[in-house]
């Protein structure tokens, strides 16, 4: 059963149970406000009958009449009470006056034919009653039974009775209604909520069949839905941003396998040419020598490059965790500036340091070393013979803060921003050439990684840079780097 389905359903059923407990209370209150009206009028007659009502003896005490038993009991008895009574019945009212034993005293008879028990009840004890078919033209009745004493004068029993034919009436013209319209409500509710429900579950269709369109091969592809800013308008967005991100990171990681073809391409065919010339004809030893020589280097490239990529691949996965422990800075910068101290000398380069004494900080040295040593060795693979590079280090805001300076070429401000991008070199042809000698492929990938390793350790890299003057990358370092959980 579809959503659509099932909300139009429950809705129409929760609307049903509501109307029928609704109705049944107007039904009920109705009919006892009705009832009670009724009763207050019977009420009302009984009054004025009994505040209209005397008793006059006369002739023989009513004792002595007892005392002799005889059968005439009633009739003398009736013969010598007087009853006066004043009063005209409303319209439908029906009455009549009993003596204590239930004979009539007054009878105007309403109630002839009926049979009308005499009543037992004594004074106080009023009794209301249903009574079907009581009257001879069988009219429904509400009687009301109510003995009375006049306090030094008699007792008796009024009964007075109306017709409730007018609540029946009242009764099954609301039935009828409700049985009409309760149906006629809930086709209606039920269509409109079918129509909202359907409304509402539109997109979600349209999202669906979209959705389905997309495979993994054309994830360009989006919604692209004009709906609402509502609920499923932002769920149709939300899934655009997906489909952008997912793009985005196939996009990246098909940029990266071409890239990586192609840069274990280059070396590969160096390789093969360089072998084919040493093989085309017998040679020397020395020149067998300088091939072996040339494909050790290129080895060396590609074993640096693949490694490269392993440490990526894994970066990509998060599988790099750090060896945290605290350790001063200071130390491990003489350490690597000394290990580029010889390639700084070939190249005609003067590399300096610049810290205090001492510089605690904890993080993974040997990451922080592979970033710092591959900053410091592009200063000097980049910078021309008789420039300068200049390592500092201090503590500001409580951060590391290591900037690696140089007075090389400098780097254009559009090449800037791509940088810290993998693969990214701003002359292709020539870095790839210039030799590496922190063990990096020279491919575009060392900034990159270096980047990475800045931020795993909840740093970053900066870089300022003037065409002519040089450029200096600055590392911040938090002094303790971030629980890796
Ligand atoms: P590569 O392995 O080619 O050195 P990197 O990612 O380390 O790749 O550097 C990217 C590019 O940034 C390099 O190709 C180079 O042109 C430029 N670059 C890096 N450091 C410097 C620097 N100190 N001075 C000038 N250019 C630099």
């Given at each position: 059963?579809?959503?659509r389905l099932?909300?139009?359903?429950?809705?129409?059923?929760?609307?049903?149970?509501?109307?029928?407990?609704?109705?049944?209370?107007?039904?009920?209150?109705?009919?006892?406000?009705l009832m009670?009206?009724?009763?207050?009028?019977l009420?009302?007659?009984?009054?004025?009958?009994?505040?209209?009502?005397?008793?006059?003896?006369?002739?023989?005490?009513?004792?002595?009449?007892?005392?002799?038993?005889?059968?005439?009991?009633?009739k003398i008895?009736?013969?010598?009470?007087e009853?006066?009574?004043?009063?005209?019945?409303?319209e439908?009212?029906?009455?009549?006056?009993?003596?204590?034993?239930?004979?009539?005293?007054?009878d105007?008879?309403?109630?002839?034919?009926?049979?009308?028990?005499?009543?037992?009840?004594?004074?106080?004890?009023?009794?209301?009653?249903?009574?079907?078919?009581?009257l001879?033209?069988?009219t429904?009745?509400?009687?009301?039974?109510?003995?009375?004493?006049?306090?030094?004068?008699g007792?008796?029993?009024?009964?007075?009775?109306?017709?409730?034919?007018?609540i029946?009436?009242?009764?099954?013209?609301?039935?009828?209604l409700?049985?009409?319209?309760?149906?006629?409500?809930?086709?209606a509710?039920?269509l409109?909520?079918?129509?909202?429900?359907?409304?509402?579950?539109n997109?979600?269709?349209?999202?669906?069949?979209?959705?389905?369109?997309?495979?993994?091969d054309?994830?360009?592809?989006?919604?692209?839905?004009?709906?609402?800013?509502?609920?499923v308008?932002?769920?149709?967005?939300?899934?655009?941003?997906?489909?952008?991100?997912?793009?985005?990171?196939?996009?990246?990681?098909?940029?990266?396998?071409?890239?990586a073809?192609?840069e274990?391409?280059t070396?590969l065919t160096?390789?093969k040419?360089?072998?084919?010339v040493a093989?085309?004809?017998?040679?020397s030893?020395?020149?067998?020598?300088?091939?072996?020589?040339?494909?050790?280097?290129?080895?060396?490239?590609?074993?640096?490059?693949?490694?490269?990529?392993?440490?990526?691949?894994?970066?990509?996965?998060?599988?790099?965790p750090?060896?945290?422990?605290?350790?001063?800075?200071v130390?491990?910068l003489?350490r690597?500036?000394?290990?580029?101290?010889?390639?700084?000398?070939?190249?005609?380069?003067?590399?300096?340091?610049?810290?205090p004494?001492?510089?605690?900080?904890?993080?993974?040295p040997?990451?922080?070393?592979?970033?710092?040593?591959?900053?410091?060795d592009?200063?000097?693979?980049?910078?021309?013979?008789?420039?300068s590079?200049?390592?500092?280090?201090t503590?500001e805001?409580?951060?590391?803060h290591?900037?690696?300076?140089?007075?090389?070429?400098?780097?254009?401000?559009?090449?800037?921003?791509h940088?810290?991008?993998?693969?990214?070199?701003?002359?292709?042809?020539r870095?790839?050439?210039?030799?590496?000698?922190d063990?990096?492929?020279?491919?575009g990938?060392g900034l990159?990684?270096?980047a990475?390793?800045?931020?795993i350790?909840?740093?970053?890299?900066e870089?300022?840079?003037?065409?002519?003057?040089?450029?200096?990358?600055?590392?911040?370092?938090?002094?303790?780097?971030?629980?890796?959980?």
């Amino acid at each position: 059963m579809n959503i659509r389905l099932r909300l139009t359903l429950w809705y129409t059923a929760i609307l049903f149970l509501t109307l029928a407990l609704f109705s049944s209370a107007v039904y009920i209150g109705l009919t006892r406000s009705l009832m009670v009206t009724l009763d207050n009028h019977l009420q009302r007659e009984v009054s004025e009958i009994i505040g209209n009502l005397k008793f006059e003896h006369s002739g023989e005490d009513p004792e002595e009449s007892e005392e002799e038993g005889n059968d005439d009991d009633h009739k003398i008895r009736s013969g010598e009470l007087e009853i006066e009574l004043n009063y005209t019945p409303e319209e439908g009212v029906f009455w009549r006056l009993l003596a204590e034993n239930g004979q009539p005293l007054r009878d105007p008879g309403y109630f002839e034919g009926a049979a009308i028990a005499p009543t037992t009840l004594t004074a106080g004890q009023t009794q209301f009653e249903y009574a079907y078919a009581t009257l001879a033209n069988g009219t429904p009745i509400r009687l009301y039974t109510a003995p009375f004493v006049i306090e030094q004068q008699g007792a008796g029993v009024v009964q007075v009775a109306e017709s409730y034919r007018h609540i029946q009436e009242v009764q099954r013209q609301l039935l009828l209604l409700l049985a009409l319209g309760l149906p006629f409500i809930l086709l209606a509710a039920g269509l409109g909520g079918w129509f909202l429900a359907s409304n509402a579950l539109n997109p979600i269709d349209r999202i669906t069949r979209a959705a389905r369109q997309i495979s993994a091969d054309d994830l360009h592809h989006r919604l692209n839905l004009k709906l609402p800013n509502d609920e499923v308008g932002r769920l149709a967005a939300t899934f655009d941003q997906m489909l952008a991100r997912l793009d985005d990171a196939f996009e990246r990681q098909k940029r990266f396998i071409a890239d990586a073809s192609h840069e274990m391409r280059t070396p590969l065919t160096i390789l093969k040419g360089d072998v084919e010339v040493a093989l085309n004809r017998p040679r020397s030893a020395g020149e067998y020598r300088a091939t072996l020589d040339m494909v050790n280097q290129t080895t060396d490239r590609l074993t640096a490059l693949v490694e490269e990529l392993f440490l990526l691949a894994r970066a990509d996965n998060h599988q790099f965790p750090l060896q945290l422990e605290p350790f001063d800075l200071v130390e491990l910068l003489r350490r690597d500036v000394m290990k580029l101290m010889p390639r700084a000398f070939e190249k005609n380069i003067s590399l300096d340091l610049d810290t205090p004494v001492e510089l605690q900080i904890e993080a993974d040295p040997a990451k922080l070393s592979r970033l710092l040593l591959n900053l410091i060795d592009n200063a000097i693979k980049y910078s021309n013979s008789g420039a300068s590079v200049t390592v500092t280090a201090t503590i500001e805001h409580d951060q590391a803060h290591i900037a690696i300076a140089d007075t090389g070429p400098g780097i254009d401000p559009e090449h800037l921003p791509h940088l810290f991008e993998r693969f990214y070199r701003v002359d292709q042809a020539r870095s790839r050439h210039v030799a590496a000698s922190d063990g990096s492929s020279g491919a575009g990938l060392g900034l990159s990684i270096a980047a990475w390793l800045a931020k795993i350790h909840g740093g970053r890299i900066e870089v300022e840079s003037q065409v002519g003057q040089g450029t200096t990358f600055i590392v911040w370092l938090p002094r303790s780097a971030p629980d890796q959980s």
